[in-house]
C-alpha cells in the first residue's frame, strides 16, 4: 500500500475530505481521519478501556475507548481517542487511525473480526509518525488514505488537494524552518559549519523522532540509523542532530506531564 496524507487547518475540513474520498468509491478501510481537542462529550461517547496495545500506536499514546463513528457524511467504522503529548484528546476514524494511536487490538480485533494491528498500519511510514503527531499538536487535522495502487494514491492525492490539504512533506518542511535558526545557532557555537553539516545534522535529528529510536542512545539506535542512513550515521553532525533530537522529543512529553499536573 501507499500512503496519502492530508494536513488540514481545521476539523470541519477535514471531514469533508474524507467523506470526498468515501463517496469516490475508496472503501471505509482505506480512508482514516485524526481529530485534535476532542470534546469531553465526545470522549465520554466513546466506551472505556484502559488497555494501551502493543505496536506503531504505543510511540504516541494510551488508548482511552473505542466505539464506531461516522465523519463527513462516510461511515468510517472504527473510532478511538488517544492522549497525544502536547495536544491532549484525540479523535481518531479508522481501522489504521485507531491502530496508529495504539487502538487496533481494542477496536479491530472487537469489531472487524480479529484485524491485526500490523495489518491495519501497513503501508503508513513509521517515519512519518512523528509529523502526525506535530500536525494534531499545531491544532490541525489529518486525512490518511491507504492506497492499493499508484493510480488510487494519485485520485486520493488530487482530492485532497482539491479539498484544501497540505502534504506532509510540506508540513515536514515547514517544521523545519520553524527550528532551523535555532538549531543553525547551536551548532554554530559548538565550532562546526551548519551550512555544510545540515543534511546529516537533520537525519540525526529526525532520526531521534523515529519510532524504532525513541527514547535511545545513537548506540541503542545504531542499527536503525545505519540502515537508513549508511553514509552519515556515524558523523558528528549526526550525532549532534541526534542529541538535539532526543532533548526535542523529551521537551515535548515534559510538556504534556506539566501542563496535566
Known sequence: METVAGVFRDSESARRAAGDLGRAGFPRDQVNLLLPGATEQEVHSISTSETEQPGVGGAIGGVVGGAIGLAGGFELGVAATALIP???????????????????GVTAGAMLGGKADAQSTEGVPSDEVFFYEDALR????????????????????????????????????????GLRDVEQEHYRAL???????????????????????????????????????????????????????????????????????
Open 86 to 104: 502536547g495536544v491532549g484528546p484525540v479523535l481518531a476514524f479508522g481501522v489504521a487511525a485507531a491502530a496508529l494511536l495504539g487502538a487496533g
Open 191 to 261: 565550532g562546526h559549519n551548519f551550512e555544510l553539516d545540515q543534511d546529516a545534522y537533520r537525519a540525526g535529528f529526525e532520526s531521534a523522532l523515529h519510532i524504532e529510536c525513541r527514547g535511545k542512545s545513537l548506540e541503542q539506535a545504531a542499527d536503525c540509523c545505519q540502515r537508513r542512513y549508511p553514509d552519515t550515521w556515524d558523523s558528528e553532525a549526526f550525532r549532534r542532530g541526534f542529541e538535539r533530537g532526543r532533548e526535542y522529543r523529551e521537551r515535548q512529553g515534559a510538556g504534556v506531564q506539566s501542563s496535566a499536573g
Open 138 to 177: 499545531q491544532g490541525r487535522s489529518l486525512v490518511v488514505m491507504l492506497a492499493k495502487s499508484s493510480a488510487e494514491a494519485t485520485s486520493a492525492r488530487r482530492l485532497l488537494e482539491a479539498a484544501g490539504a497540505e502534504s506532509v512533506d510540506a508540513a515536514r518542511e515547514n517544521w523545519w524552518l
